[in-house]
């Protein structure tokens, strides 16, 4: 299935909405932190009780710090039972957060992470990643297209579909109707923004060299500037990859895309076009891996 294989640019699954532009796109992590002594008083003072204070608060410190890095790294009980791997292919479930000894992304190429783990935690990044770039600006650009659709596409695909894709994204009806110029470039004065953020995934099937992941993932999209006719919103998506193991990484052979699942909004009001623009240029994009 191919962001063409429709000129209403909806997946074959979906019903039709031609005002979203999401339906074009190609389909369109976790989080580790890291944590961080007096003065030569009067020469009466009490330091002697300063000091195993502090002592006690260091040792304390250290053995909280131990335990933390021995119950991150053990890997076993519950983390184990609630993982697809644990359970066997085909199943499904939320993955651990813990720590895995395994290196889900080498590399990357060119701005698109590659060298993914070969298992169900490097085909999760992978989907997650690809999903970042097929959302992405450079979708709407020629040359950047092409170098989007050889990094995440199975070759034989990349290739059948590099046409479909240019259709789809050169058409001049599709492109004014989001407000862009006919040749894909934004409005003067105006900053075009397409940015997935992905949520969560999840392993529907893995085989080996196979995987079907799921990547739900909330969307940005829309023009940012005064007198903007299409003002940056968001969107809910859940697309799902159907990948195989080529060449020494996860490549996308298929996939399906539906709405949601979108969460009630908070009663917040909306930033301004040039806090949103600004925002767009200033905050980098991130390389996701389970």
Not at 35 to 58: E, K
Not at 69 to 89: H, L, T, V, W, Y
């Amino acid at each position: 299935m191919s962001p063409g294989d429709e000129h209403d640019y909806r997946g074959k699954d979906q019903g039709s909405r031609p005002d979203d532009p999401y339906s074009t796109l190609g389909g369109t992590r976790q989080t580790r932190t890291r944590l961080p002594d007096g003065d030569a008083g009067h020469p009466h003072a009490r330091r002697p009780v300063r000091n195993s204070r502090s002592l006690v608060t260091i040792t304390g410190i250290v053995v909280l710090l131990v335990a933390a890095i021995a119950f991150a790294n053990r890997g076993g009980g519950n983390d184990d039972e609630s993982s697809p791997g644990a359970k066997g292919p085909g199943t499904t479930g939320s993955a651990p957060t813990a720590a895995t000894g395994t290196k889900p992304v080498q590399g990357k190429n060119g701005t698109i992470a590659s060298g993914f783990a070969h298992d169900e935690q490097g085909a999760q990044s992978a989907a997650a990643n690809y999903s970042v770039a097929l959302v992405s600006d450079g979708m709407f650009t020629q040359e950047r297209r092409r170098e989007i659709s050889e990094a995440v596409y199975a070759p034989d695909v990349a290739s059948a579909r590099q046409d479909d894709l240019d259709k789809v994204y050169s058409d001049e009806s599709f492109l004014t109707s989001i407000g862009l110029n006919p040749d894909g470039s934004a409005p003067e004065g105006l900053t075009f923004i397409s940015r997935a953020n992905p949520v969560g995934t999840k392993v529907e099937k893995y085989a080996g060299d196979t995987a079907s992941v799921a990547v739900w993932y909330s969307a940005l999209f829309g023009l940012a500037g005064e007198g903007s006719k299409n003002p940056v919103s968001e969107s809910w998506y859940t697309t799902t990859y159907e990948l195989r193991w080529v060449g020494g990484d996860w490549k996308i052979s298929d996939f399906q895309q539906k709405d949601g699942p979108v969460p009630v909004g908070r009663d917040q009001a909306a930033s301004s076009a040039e806090e949103m623009a600004d925002a767009v240029q200033q905050f980098g994009g991130f390389t996701y891996a389970r």
